[in-house]
Structures are given as C-alpha cells and as structure tokens.
C-alpha cells in the first residue's frame, strides 16, 4: 500500500484506465460478433445463432475459447517475424485512441489537447498492421490485400482529416472533452451535415468493412491479407477491426452527435455514458446494416469515389465553413 | 456474309462436300456433309461466314477398313453446327487419315480449341495448327491413355453404326412413330 | 507449369482455384497477372472429370439414367428430359401427352430452381452476403415440391423412357401454384436489394461484353446468348416435347455485359413460372408412361436430341449399333462453351471484374468436366 502511496496518482489512474478499456475491448468484441451475427440472420430472414445459451447470447464465448484454443498455424514460406508480428501490431495501437474518448463529462482518462490528433495517427497505425500481415504471409493474395489495403487508407484518411476539421473550425479547439462541450445546445451534424456523411463513409472504408472490404475480399482475395491466419492471430485482427469500428462511432459521436449529451439523468457527468453509448451502438448497427445489404465496390471504384467525390466535397465544405465563421 | 439455306447447300457442295438432307425428326439435324481433311477448314469458314455456330466436335471409332489399298485409322471426326437464324442443324463427318492429324478449325472457330483438345485427350486424334494441343480434361500422366478409343473386338464397321442407306421400310417405320412426338 | 508468354519482369502467375470461393467449384484459372490488372486467364479444368461418356457407352441405355443428373446437378431435369427424349426419337417410343406436360412443368421449376441459385451466387461473387440466403429459401420450395414427387432434392432420376417415374398429384398442383404465387410476391425484395442497388449496378454495367459475332465464334448458348440480344432458345427455335402449346417470350439484352445476362436469367425466371402455370391449366389426364420394352434396341445410325438446359444449349448425340448399349454417346454441355470464351473475355481486366464476369456465365463445373 505504501508503494502505491509514493506513486503518482496520474500514473494509477492510467493503469487503471487501461485495463478497464482493455476488457472492455474484449467485452466490445464479443458484444459486436453477437450484434453482427444476430443482425446478419435477421436480415437474411434466419435466426442466427440460437444453441449456446438463450438466443445464443454465449455464442461468441465459446467461439473465443475455440479460437484461444486452436494451433497457431505458420506455414514454412512466411517471414516468421513479420507474420508474427502482423496480429500485434492490429491490436495494440487500438487500445489508445480510448484513452483520450470522452465517454461522459467525467470519465475520461485523459484529455489530452490534440486529442483528435492523436486519435487519427493512433488508428492509421492499422494499416502497417495489414501491410506487415500480409507481406509476411508470402501469399500472392496477402499481398493483394495489403497493397489494396495501403492505398485505401491513404485515399480515405484525407476525406476523414477534412470532415473533422470542419468540426474543429467550429468548435476551435482539438481536445474532445471541449468539442463536446461545444455542442451543448445544437449538435454539429445539424450544423455539418455534410461533413457527417463524408466522415461516416470515409470510416466505414477506414475500419475496411462492407461494402468497401477490399483488403479482405473473401470472392476475390479469398481472404486477403489474413488468409495465412488461424486461431489466436485471426481473432486479433478482428478484436482489432470491432475496436476500430468502435472508435470511428466513438469519435462520430463525439464531433457530430454530441457526445455524452442527452435528456438529463442523475449524476449526469457520470452517465451521460449511457447517452454516448447508444449512440455509439446505433452507428455501428448502421455499419453492419450496411454490411449485409450492399455488394462490394470495385477497387478503382472506390479510390475514384475518395478522390473524384469526398475530398472535393470536403474541402468545399471546409471553405464554407471557414468563410461562415469569419463572418 | 449471310445467305440462305440453298446457298450454304451450294457452297458446301462447290467446296467438295457431300450433302445429304435427312429427316430431322428421325436423327436430329437437317444436313449431313461428308468431307475431307483437305476441305474441313474451307467447311468451316463457310459455316461461318452463314452465321452457324459450333455446337460440337467429337470422334468415333470403328473398325479401320481397307479403301482403294489405303488403310482408315478407324475414327472418323464428327462436327456438328446449328445456327441462331432459323432451324438448322449440320453435322459434318471427317475419316481421320492414317496419320492421325486433322486440320483444326480453332482458328475459325475459337470454341473448338478446347473441343479439339477434349477430342485428342478421348481418341489421340491431333490437329495440325492447333495452338496449345495440351491435355485438357485428362491429366499430363494421361497424355497417351484414350479412353474411348474402344477394344478390338467391340469395333464395329461404320457401316454397322450408320443409317441403312436407302432402306424405305426402316426409314418409314421410325419417322411415322417421331412424327407424332 | 505454363511459360510465360511476355518477357517483363512484373508480370506473374496467380492460382485462382482449385478451392477459390468464386469458382464454385474445383476449376482452376491460371491468371497471367500485372499487378491486379489479368491479361491471360487460361481455365485448367479435369479436377472432377468422370468421362461419363465412357460410362454411356458400356451399359444399356437405361442405366445411363442417373448418370445424367449428376452432370449439372443444380438444374438436373432439363439433362434428364434431354437424354429420354434422345432415345424416344431413336427407338421411336410414344410418349403420353401428360408426360410431357409433367416433364415440362417440373423442367421449368428446376430452371427457376437453378436461377434463383445462381443469383444469389453471382451476387455472393459481388460480396453481398444476403440476396444467396433469400435464393435459397425460395428455392427450398421448389426442392420440396420436386422431392415429393421425384423422391430426390438434386440428382434427380424422375423421367424414364416413354414417360415420367409417377404421376403428380394435387398436393404437387397446389403446392406449385402457391410457390408461383410467392415467388411473384418476392421479385420486389430482390429488385429493391438487387437490381436497383448502385453498386451492383455499377459491378455488372459494361463488364464482360459478349458480342454476337464472339457467340458464335464459341458456341455460347443460353442465357448468356440471349444477353447479347440474340433470341435463342431451344424451346422456341427447335421445338421439343409440348413447348410449343405454351406462350412464352424470350427475354434479350442488349448490350451483352453482365447486367444483361443477369436482366435475361430474372426475367427467364417470370416465362418459366408462365409456362408452369399454363401447363397447370391444361394439364391433360391420361397415362404418365406407356408401354416400353425391357431391352430397348438402339438402330444402327446416329441421333442427334438438343434441349435448353438451365445454361444454353444441351446437346445429346448418340450412335447406335442395334444393341440396347449406345454406340457412341457424346454429350455436348452449355457451360463448356461458354467458359472457353474466358480468355478473351478476361484479357486486361482487374481482377474483381473477372470474378464478375465468372459469376455472370454461372458455370458448373462438374457439368463441364463431365
């Protein structure tokens, strides 16, 4: 006790931090897996997964002690460090974009000033995730999935920087905990409908889901950069794609939803968690709707689409928004 | 170039091709051509250019037969044609030489490369010209193994497996009962 | 191993298959690859081959029964209508007209039955996940209709020889009309999910372009014809069984990409259910099977029977000898022509639009290798 004493508190308050963001990475995953697959069944006009437990609702456990449990399977022609390394590298730079999230006025576990910042450089690390994956994998498809990979996110990172500067002109600070704060009367996707929609969509391509799965492509690529990966290192890449797809809602909510706000509850500054929450689960209901309904585009379709549409829009939009506020 | 029934008729027969209409709803098809390695290709290019299309090429074999001191091969090349424009089917017949070798239509007709390739991978019959005559639905161990290529003393002669030729009784019978279909 | 034939550096092989997901099967298509961009796919096919042929040629005919289905299971009727109509015109063997109005009716439920696959599978091809799931329930349907009165789901041995297996009965008409009824309902959810979806349209528009000229030039039949704008159809322009009696159009594209092929295959699924219902009207009674002989003799001479299959233009060609086994019996296969046009359709095109245009030709591939 005495240890902990001598320690700074900043230091405790950030273990602690993450180690609840941490689980609850784990506890997102399970939960999305759920949500995916229920969703995907009902769609399709079938139940989904109904055995495990009631609804099977205990599903996903058990597909995660499954996938905990399998060999870790490297097949000989791979770069075994590169291929080991490709898992890791997906799912640890997801865990800090959480840190600086404002969930409700108070739980937050740091605010930092360039949070939006540090949010985008933290999330574009996926993609050497993709990159080092399926380079090692020494698989011709792999590499497809990563090349496509690459350009996708360099294509679509512009759009989302402009969409979110659109909100940061407005709100005239970087830090998250204040963006927030701004939108206390009037939500920004009311005042910046436009740079939403650029913004969800570029996500969506960001986290690389349906209908822009280009680096996975299962008719195409058959699985693209993660075709060599079984077991453990599978399921890392998908703990770390329902983590990002959580910090894209997170981050949506924060600019244009505003955040933790909603009708007053008690102890607001610590609940306003369930305001954000739902509406961080209806993004992403809406992501996975859009998963099950549309076919995928074609690659060049897809950059033509950032380059030709979204980042004209954006900038036009950014122009607008700057010339408003001057005036 | 595109012409009517009668002009193909004639351009087959003006190419050497021996044509025999035959009752279609006894065998299938209205037109049956005999022709020559010498003049399956300009068959072809005439079939062509009166808009037919290649429905098959396939082998049969026989028993080989002894005709003016040359000996057949056994297997004859059997093509069929239909067209898109009217009620046409032609089924072309070749005696495949002694040596084997066919002219291939592939250059005419790019969907007989894999046909023609089927057929050398059944019945070892080659094509000359023909660009990549690889095994196609046999494998490369398989490359001398014809499985259709029947055993001796199941051959028949052609004149066994053919239509009695002008035979009225048997041609009677069988169109009256068809016709009915 | 193929050479290359282009001497850059840059440019390498890609083993699409044997066990990719879009080539429905065990075919392998060698890609001669510059980056994502195909410049020479060569299909590699055999992996399933069983030289049905072979097996035609050494038993008596009837035995040769089942093997028909087992060509293209997905649409296995119109292989088995094919084959006893072959040996009906050879042996000259009568067939009551209610058999055939059966042999049409089911036919045509097992047409829509392979469409209905096929989209959902084209679409699958495309990544969308859930037009395949509504396919196959709809096609549930019309497997347990065929079940109850066929006694198979796929492979099916229905027709025999101067008839069909048994009768239908009215649980089959009814069932029949009520799955028409539904699969009408049903043509708006796969236009709002499929034909009106901007990717999807964007994915098939201009792809894949067959044109009349290259049909021709490699005997593609079919829907896959009737996409390029050419009405051919077996069924109208060389008349079998009891087509004729029914009203029915043929539907045509006009272009010949993948969209075209796939307006013609939703489209054929609307004639199909046409033709079943008015053979459901008219149905005569009588005998579903006459009297055949146990030993069917074969005439010397050849015979030639072509029917539309759910792919193109079927063709069984047979040579008798004057025993009951077959001669020589060739069996031409739709998805066989149709695929070998892949190398010229393919060459420099991305790789998902190659997916696309594999997709649009729906082959099956045991049909192929036979």
């Known amino acids: ?327 | 170039m595109m012409g009517t029934y009668e002009d193909f008729k004639t351009n087959v027969m003006n190419l050497g091709g021996d044509v025999t209409e035959t009752d279609f709803h006894q065998r299938g098809y209205h037109l049956e051509v005999v022709l020559t390695v010498d003049t399956v290709r300009k068959f072809a290019q005439t079939a062509y250019d009166h808009g037919f299309y290649l429905v098959f090429v396939t082998g049969i074999h026989v028993l080989p037969e002894t005709v003016e001191g040359v000996k057949t091969s056994g297997l004859e090349m059997v093509y069929q044609f239909a067209t898109f424009d009217r009620l046409c089917r032609v089924k072309a017949r070749v005696s495949v030489p002694e040596d084997m070798t066919v002219p291939s239509i592939c250059h005419i007709y790019q969907g007989a490369n894999w046909h023609e390739r089927e057929t050398r991978d059944f019945y070892g019959i080659r094509f000359s010209d023909h660009p990549n005559l690889e095994p196609l639905l046999l494998c490369e161990e398989d490359k001398d193994f014809h499985p259709l290529l029947k055993e001796e003393k199941k051959l028949k002669s052609f004149e066994e497996v053919s239509w009695p030729a002008q035979r009225p009784d048997m041609v009677d019978i069988q169109t009256e009962t068809s016709s009915d279909l | 191993m193929r050479e290359s034939q282009f001497q850059e550096p840059n440019r390498f092989f890609l083993n699409m298959g044997p066990q990719h997901p879009s080539t429905h099967g065990v075919l392998l298509v060698v890609l001669e690859m510059d980056g994502e961009y195909v410049l020479d796919p060569q299909p590699v096919l055999g992996f399933i081959h069983r030289m049905h042929e072979k097996m035609g040629e050494s038993r008596p005919c009837q035995g040769f029964m089942p093997n028909t289905a087992r060509m293209d299971y997905v649409c296995a009727l119109p292989y088995n209508h094919g084959y006893v109509s072959l040996i009906e015109r050879k042996a000259g063997i009568e067939v009551p007209k209610r058999a055939e109005y059966i042999r049409v009716i089911t036919s045509e439920l097992n047409r829509v039955a392979s469409h209905l696959l096929w989209l959902g599978a084209y679409l699958l091809d495309l990544g969308a996940f859930t037009p395949i799931l509504y396919g196959f329930d709809d096609r549930e349907h019309i497997l347990d209709i065929l079940e109850d009165v066929t006694g198979s789901r796929l492979t099916y041995c229905y027709y025999r020889f101067g008839g069909v297996y048994r009768d239908i009965d009215d649980k089959f008409v009814e069932a029949t009309r009520a799955f028409i009824k539904r699969l009408r309902k049903r043509y708006d959810i796969y236009e709002k999910l499929v034909t009106k979806n901007i990717i999807f349209i964007k994915r098939a528009e201009n792809i894949g372009i067959i044109s009349p000229d290259m049909a021709i030039r490699y005997g593609i039949t079919g829907p896959n014809l009737r996409g390029s704008g050419i009405a051919y159809d077996i069924r109208k322009n060389e008349p079998y069984s009891v087509y004729p009696e029914f009203d029915f159009e043929v539907p045509v594209g006009e272009r010949g990409d993948c969209l075209d092929r796939y307006m013609v295959r939703v489209r054929e699924m609307e004639q199909s259910l046409r033709i079943v219902e008015q053979a459901l009207d008219t149905l005569p009674d009588g005998p579903v099977r006459s009297k055949v002989p146990k030993k069917i003799k074969l005439a010397p001479g050849d015979c030639n029977f072509a029917v539309e299959a759910a792919r193109g233009e079927l063709s069984y060609y047979l040579v008798g000898d004057g025993t009951s086994v077959p001669y020589r019996l060739k069996i031409r296969v739709p998805s066989y022509s149709n695929l070998s046009c892949l190398p010229e359709l393919g060459e420099g095109i991305l790789l998902p639009d190659l997916v696309s245009i594999m997709g649009s030709l729906d082959l099956v591939i045991p049909e192929i290798d036979r």
């Open chain 1, 1 to 327: 006790m005495e240890i902990i004493s001598t320690l700074p508190p900043e230091l405790i308050r950030m273990v602690f931090a993450v180690i609840i963001i941490i689980s609850f990475i784990f506890l997102n995953a399970i939960m999305m897996g759920y949500l995916e697959r229920k969703i995907a069944g009902h769609v399709q006009r079938r139940p989904g997964p109904m055995e495990v437990g009631s609804h099977g609702i205990l599903q996903l456990v058990v597909d995660g002690v499954k996938l905990v449990g399998k060999e870790l399977l490297v097949p000989v022609n791979v770069d075994r460090t590169l291929f080991r390394l490709g898992p890791i590298l997906s799912f640890t730079p997801v865990i800090l974009p959480l840190l600086v999230i404002p969930f409700s006025e108070k739980l937050q576990a740091r605010d930092l000033n360039l949070g939006l910042l540090f949010i985008v450089s933290m999330t574009s690390i996926n993609v050497m995730a993709i990159l080092v994956a399926g380079w090692g994998s020494n698989n011709k498809y792999s590499m497809f999935g990563a090349m496509r990979a690459v350009a996708q996110s360099i294509a679509y990172e512009i759009p989302i920087l402009l969409s979110m500067l659109a909100v940061v002109l407005m709100a005239n600070t970087f830090s998250l905990k204040e963006i927030v704060g701004a939108q206390q009367k009037i939500w920004f996707i009311l005042l910046q409908p436009l740079a939403f929609i650029i913004y969800i969509i570029s996500g969506v391509a960001e986290t690389n889901r349906a209908p822009f799965d280009l680096p996975e492509a299962e008719s195409e690529l058959t699985a693209g950069f993660h075709t060599e990966y079984s077991g453990m290192g599978f399921s890392l890449f998908f703990l770390g794609e329902y983590t990002n797809m959580f910090t894209v809602a997170s981050v949506a909510t924060v600019l244009f939803l505003g955040g933790w706000h909603g009708p007053t509850l008690p102890y607001g500054e610590y609940l306003g968690i369930v305001w954000f929450f739902l509406k961080v689960y209806f993004l992403l209901f809406f992501m996975i709707m859009i998963r099950w309904t549309y076919p995928r585009v074609r690659f060049d379709q897809l950059l033509n689409f950032a380059w030709k549409y979204l980042v004209p829009f954006s900038l036009v939009n950014i122009l607008i928004t700057a010339v408003v506020i001057k005036l």
